[in-house]
């Protein structure tokens, strides 16, 4: 429920782009919203069932899944300036506001649903 929530916050967010007639705004900005949300899905129930597993596992998946993710949007993003010039900035930047937005919530949600606050005496 969270996530859908931050969906839609996102997209309101960046709409605000539209209405400032900002020379950045990218139109299909809720293509690339409904693209990280499904990767976030994905990746958050692959954090649940790594977990399962051993806590070694939990570590090697998050940071490999992280890399791989980012890995695949830059290839992306490279893909398509190179294709589409006309573009390139605005999907750029569309596509790198949307990943801080999920990126942040990632790691917010994995802390507290996966970190452990422990006490040292």
Not at 85 to 114: D, H
Request: one cysteine or more.
């Amino acid at each position: 429920m969270q996530l859908l929530i931050l969906t839609i916050v996102s997209i309101v967010s960046y709409q605000l782009f539209d209405v400032l007639n900002s020379k950045y705004y990218f139109n299909l900005h809720v293509l690339i919203a409904t693209f990280f949300f499904l990767v976030t899905v994905v990746f958050h129930n692959g954090l649940n069932k790594s977990l399962e597993k051993s806590n070694q596992h939990f570590i090697r998946y998050y940071m490999g899944a992280t890399a791989i993710k980012l890995m695949v949007i830059l290839l992306f993003i490279i893909v398509v300036a190179l294709t589409n010039k006309s573009v390139a900035m605005n999907f750029t930047l569309c596509t790198f506001f949307y990943y801080l937005f999920f990126s942040s919530f990632e790691v917010w949600t994995s802390m507290k649903q996966f970190g452990q606050n422990k006490k040292v005496n």
